[in-house]
């Protein structure tokens, strides 16, 4: 979403990888980005300028010798322009030529002309990249602040396996979207957010769980992020990596979890507790694999800690984290219960939904909530769940600059 109308420059070096930067143009498109491709000439030999025109819309520089003959000289108005260049990929020539100031194609004049962040996506042979000479590269551009996103480890063209593929598109658009938001709305806010479903181990193989993905945590901290935050995530959702420039702590048990968020409250503005927290664990889990015998098995249950209670009890003492929002995920009785939690749990805000509901229960991309504070309720239509991170995160500004002006 950060990226709509934002001018980004596509930089395309003349290496193997340069297929993806098709993909990568085609998804800075379709987050709503306005993409100049400018290419080396290496780099028409393995993807056609005509391929990125017609996935941009837009004309594709090449020459900068041609483009004399325009009213404006192409380096010179990308570069005033531009929110964000991107070069990807970034061969170890066209870094070498970056770090030392040498403008010979259009690409690497007007990266040298350029005002705005620049993001190099590297990729080359595993033994270019661990040279002494490219590793001197990459800690020049690195003291510049040139952003840099891998390179990662697999396949190379050689067919050898290795560190020095370029990374994925997807991991491209990530990076750019936490560099964009740097100077959002919530810039220098620290925002903890919590995923997922707990699971409360019955033996070593077993758990009791939920049914909770994390998609909507993870949605939480992606917009957080991309409105500027510094975001951790304390994420109980297996398998789902933390976006990019968030960090992620990892737990299980709601046991886990409740240490992780209570050891970060003192550090942080804002704690939105999106995780679905199990209310019971079983009081002993086994040390060993429970055998399947013809018998019935009996799990006896005791409540688990109640993390907003003691968020709760830690504000009085301490005023840490200015805003605290919570989540109800309900079956029945949804404003009735969700408005007992607000009040019972001392939170700014929450969000409740119905989990029965087809298109926001569990495991769903869209969800429809209902805010609650205080003051009322706002019930929200159907959203993607990125949609509904921006509604609570816009409320969290507001809870967050009325907290600080009356402090």
């Not at 970034?90 to 993001?119: C, E, V």
């Not at 952003?147 to 990662?152: E, I």
């Not at 933390?242 to 050891?263: C, D």
């Not at 007992?340 to 429809?368: C, H, M, W, Y």
Request: hydrophobic residues 50%.
């Amino acid at each position: 979403m950060n990226l709509q109308d934002k001018r980004i420059v596509v930089g395309v070096a003349g290496g193997i990888a340069a297929y993806k930067a098709a993909d990568l143009a085609s998804r800075l498109v379709k987050a709503g980005a306005v993409v100049d491709v400018v290419m080396t000439e290496a780099a028409t030999r393995l993807v056609g300028p005509l391929t990125f025109q017609a996935l941009t819309h837009r004309p594709v520089s090449v020459d900068m010798w041609t483009l004399l003959r325009d009213t404006e000289i192409t380096h010179v108005s990308l570069g005033q322009a531009a929110d964000l260049m991107i070069i990807a990929p970034a061969t170890a020539n066209t870094l070498a030529k970056l770090a030392h100031g040498l403008a010979d194609n259009l690409l690497t004049t007007t990266a040298l002309a350029m005002r705005a962040p620049i993001l190099v996506a590297p990729a080359m042979e595993t033994g270019m990249w661990q040279n002494p000479a490219t590793q001197a590269t990459m800690a020049l551009l690195r003291g510049r602040g040139v952003c840099v996103v891998g390179p990662a480890e697999g396949r190379l063209a050689s067919g050898a396996s290795g560190v020095g593929r370029m990374v994925e598109p997807t991991d491209i658009v990530e990076e750019a979207r936490r560099i964009v938001g740097l100077q959002g709305d919530l810039a220098g806010a620290r925002i903890l957010v919590t995923a997922g479903g707990t699971r409360e181990p019955i033996d070593p193989v077993r758990f009791v769980g939920n049914r909770s993905s994390g998609k909507m945590g993870y949605a939480l901290a992606a917009a957080a992020r991309d409105r500027g935050a510094c975001v951790t995530l304390v994420s109980a959702a297996a398998g789902l990596p933390a976006p990019a420039g968030v960090a992620l702590v990892p737990v299980e048990s709601a046991q886990e979890m409740h240490a992780a968020v209570m050891a970060r409250l003192a550090d942080c503005d804002a704690l939105i507790m999106a995780a679905a927290v199990a209310d019971y664990r079983p009081a002993r889990a086994q040390a060993h694999k429970i055998k399947k015998t013809g018998a019935g098995l009996a799990l006896e249950m005791e409540h688990t800690l109640d993390i907003l209670l003691d968020v709760a009890g830690q504000r009085e003492a301490s005023r840490r984290p200015r805003v605290v929002v919570g989540f109800a995920a309900e079956t029945e009785e949804l404003l009735a219960n969700a408005r007992e939690k607000l009040q019972r749990k001392r939170l700014d805000l929450i969000a409740a939904n119905d989990v029965t509901a087809p298109d926001s229960g569990f495991g769903t991309d869209t969800n429809r909530v209902v805010l609650l504070d205080v003051a009322g309720e706002e019930a929200l239509p159907l959203l993607s769940k990125e949609d509904v991170a921006h509604r609570i995160l816009e409320r969290v500004r507001e809870l967050l600059l009325a907290a600080q002006i009356g402090a």
